[in-house]
């Protein structure tokens, strides 16, 4: 089965072209950064590929399915957004019943998972509180409750270290290498450049919704002066012509 | 009902999971009132406002019409209001339950089908329209058994009916929402009907004595020889099954229901397609709002002026805000259109009569929609301007948030009023010292209410922030009592020109006081 595969993604806001013929793919087992400056495109790439943009050009296909038709690409992808994501007047133990009715999973199998991943983010003490109570990082972690509950084949993970602490940082890390490991295609959007250059086993840099670079991480750290990849992003993102440096980064 | 919600090509388990969580959350939500920070005792919610608003109108009409009119005409008007009030409920208050925007980021990504989503959303919807489908049916059904030409079948042929309108309009009202695409451009249909239904209430209320005191029965003559719009309207059509129990229109009525039921939710899901695949938007280029400097004539400060730009911006920009702002003025249009147009508005100045008490009542009623333009404004929950407002809350800002609502909406209508009256009274003269006695009661109505702000036994917790409407009731009943009270003695002093110029006196006193009273003490260096 194939993970994400982006080819030739273009949408335009008015005057403002967000993307630009945007191609990209991530395999099962991978995890990829994508990153960018602000206003480079990120969330528009990521709103088109779990369906929630029709993008004026391009197709996008998860695990062979396209999103905008039928329900199976939707089946196989976990999305945790920037903000948002949850419904405010629901506690956590009701989000992660919806989710699980909404997957139509089996009720023991996502019990058993429901309780994994509560212990593992340690949501259980706010389980039955609600959702517009809990603050910015317990929400956080019932958004990524929710979007691990199906056990994705797709993961899409938008800054999710946003209001997480170091522990729960470090158990999302493990969660997300260990997803990777049993075959998840995982994208990760964030402007944590070390978490990336840690974490992720390739990095896309999007700049004025082109790509800019796609290679392997080790290898764009490997090609900058000071070896991080910082370096690299900063290089590259403020550079008046995109197409100039466009595959210069390329492995 | 699972084979037929699959019959359907309804997802089963997530449509009850959608219809479950959507009635919990609507239980937790403000339509109930049982939100975070609020108290029940404390507040009226809104679905309570809308509920009770429905009870009184229908009482109203069955009082007014049982004994004049035949079941045929009492059984139409009784639908037709249904059906007008359902259709408003829906447009005005209800919409928020055919469609949240945060569906499309909390489910958007979910594997779930636009008809899935549709039905558990028109379901939710129908849950408040079998609410407010009772308000509007209890008075009609148990009236309607007593009407002279009517038998006990009525009290169940009343109730299907008045189903059947319920559902159409609520059908209809949806499909108006759905095409709008559930957003900008049906929010001018929502201000124009809520204005409406003030309008009707008050025309009602007018009719309704009007009605009781009429000696000609003329209403009654309209039941029996009904003009030509009461012929074309579809609730006419239906009033014989509930009179006679014919069936034939029951039928047609039935098949209408469930195309126009069936037309909407079509429509539902054709818009969740549309709303879930569009999220992100233009950004707009838009006008920068400034404070002049001419406010200093008014006592505001320098810092009131950035208060006064950052209230008007709230005012221009934020839709539910204004949404709620013109209803409350809606009163204060309706009465002199409604005195004008029953040659009931005269000037004090020409004698102590009935009639020259409604051009003044107007006024009164202007003031008392004041505190509601302030509590939406400056201590709502429901309004994010109360969030904006709450860091720079002292003397400054109120009087600039006074003088904001003053000059954005009490000014432009009262100068409307004073245009109006010189045409209706034909005295320039007379209209102009009206118009300027109205200015400052209003400007003094206005203070009022943010004075009233200050520590207070009744005022600190009629403005708690984060309350809802219902704890505001309290400043708006003391506002408009003391303004009733005040327009009563203006009343009297109108009989001569000493005791006016007096009273104008006392009034601007009054007026420059409250403003000095609360002015913020400066340091000293």
């Not at chain 1, 058993?112 to 212990?119: C, D, N």
């Not at chain 2, 779930?112 to 009772?134: E, H, I, K, P, Q």
């Not at chain 2, 922030?465 to 408009?480: E, F, K, L, N, P």
Request: charged share 15%; proline share 4%; with cysteine.
């Amino acid at each position: 089965m194939s993970g994400i595969e982006v080819s030739g993604l273009s949408h335009r806001y008015g005057e403002t072209q967000a993307l630009s013929d945007v191609h990209f793919t991530v395999p099962p087992g991978e995890i990829c950064g994508l990153l960018g400056p602000n206003g480079a495109g990120k969330t528009t790439a990521l709103s088109a590929i779990v369906g929630t943009l029709r993008p004026d050009a391009g197709t996008i296909r998860l695990g062979g399915y396209c999103p905008q038709e039928g329900l199976q690409a939707r089946q196989l992808l976990g999305y945790v957004p920037d903000s948002g994501g949850l419904y405010g007047l629901l506690s956590p133990r009701e989000h992660l019943l919806l989710a699980s009715d909404l997957h139509e999973l089996d009720p023991a199998v996502a019990a058993a998972k429901m309780v994994e991943l509560v212990e593992q983010f340690g949501i259980g003490a706010i389980l039955d509180q609600r959702i517009d109570t809990l603050s910015k990082g317990q929400r956080q972690r019932t958004a990524i409750c929710c979007a691990l509950l199906h056990e994705p084949r797709i993961l899409l993970l938008d800054e999710p270290l946003n209001g997480l602490d170091v522990d729960a940082a470090r158990v999302l890390r493990d969660v997300i290498r260990s997803a990777a490991d049993n075959g998840a295609a995982v994208l990760y959007c964030s402007h944590i450049l070390d978490v990336v250059e840690r974490l992720c086993d390739r990095a896309i840099i999007l700049s004025a919704g082109k790509v800019v670079a796609d290679a392997p991480t080790s290898e764009l750290v490997a090609k900058s002066a000071d070896k991080t990849l910082e370096s690299v992003f900063h290089a590259l993102t403020h550079s008046a012509d995109v197409d100039e440096l466009s595959g210069a980064f390329d492995a | 009902m699972n084979a037929l919600l699959t019959r359907l090509g309804v997802q089963v388990r997530p449509f009850r999971a959608l219809v479950r969580t959507f009635a919990t959350m609507d239980l937790r939500g403000q339509l109930y009132g049982l939100s975070t920070g609020a108290k029940a005792g404390e507040l009226i919610p809104p679905l309570f406002w809308v509920y009770g608003q429905m009870l009184t109108v229908s009482l109203l009409l069955c009082a007014a019409l049982a004994g004049r009119v035949d079941a045929r005409f009492y059984a139409f008007a009784n639908l037709s209001v249904a059906a007008l009030m359902v259709f408003s409920a829906v447009v005005v208050e209800f919409h928020e339950a055919a469609y949240d925007p945060e569906d499309v980021r909390v489910i958007g990504h979910r594997p779930v089908t636009s008809r899935t989503w549709s039905l558990a959303r028109f379901v939710n919807l129908l849950g408040y329209v079998a609410l407010v489908g009772v308000a509007v049916t209890i008075f009609p059904t148990v009236m309607g058994v007593g009407l002279r030409d009517t038998d006990a079948t009525w009290v169940f042929r009343y109730p299907i009916a008045s189903v059947m309108t319920c559902v159409c309009s609520a059908s209809v009202a949806l499909g108006l929402y759905v095409l709008g695409g559930f957003g900008e451009r049906f929010d001018g249909l929502r201000q124009a009907l809520a204005w409406t239904q003030i309008g009707g209430i008050l025309a009602l209320f007018y009719g309704g004595q009007f009605m009781i005191r009429n000696g000609t029965g003329s209403v009654s003559m309209m039941s029996y020889d009904p003009p030509d719009w009461v012929l074309n309207a579809p609730t006419w059509h239906l009033a014989p099954w509930v009179s006679d129990g014919a069936i034939m229109p029951l039928a047609v009525a039935g098949a209408i229901t469930v195309v126009l039921a069936g037309l909407a939710l079509w429509g539902m899901q054709r818009a969740w397609s549309g709303v879930a695949t569009v999220q992100a938007v233009t950004a707009k280029v838009i006008r920068p709002i400034y404070a002049p400097a001419w406010l200093a004539f008014f006592g505001v400060t320098r810092r009131g002026r950035a208060i006064f730009a950052l209230t008007r911006a709230l005012f221009g920009r934020d839709r539910e805000l204004r949404s709620r702002t013109w209803p409350a003025l809606g009163m204060a249009v309706t009465v002199p259109m409604i005195g004008i147009l029953a040659g009931e508005y005269a000037s004090p100045t020409a004698g102590l009569t009935g009639a020259a008490v409604v051009p003044i009542g107007s006024v009164v009623v202007l003031c008392g929609a004041i505190p509601s333009l302030l509590f939406n404004l400056t201590h709502s929950r429901d309004h994010i301007a109360s969030f904006r407002l709450a860091p720079f809350w002292d003397g400054d800002a109120r009087h600039a948030v006074a003088v904001a609502v003053y000059l954005s909406y009490c000014l432009p209508l009262l100068v409307l009023h004073g245009l109006v009256l010189t045409w209706v009274w034909g005295d320039g003269l007379a209209a102009l010292s009206f118009s300027l006695t109205s200015a400052v009661l209003v400007a003094l109505a206005a203070r009022l209410c943010v004075t009233s702000q200050l520590k207070g036994p009744i005022a600190s917790r009629s403005w708690r922030r984060g309350g809802t409407s219902g704890s505001v009731t309290v400043v708006i009943a003391g506002v408009s009592a003391l303004a009733a009270t005040v327009g009563a003695v203006w009343l009297l002093a109108s009989a001569s020109l000493v005791l006016w110029g007096a009273f104008v006196a006392v009034l601007f006193g009054a007026l420059v006081a409250s403003v000095v009273v609360d002015r913020p003490k400066r340091e000293v260096a």
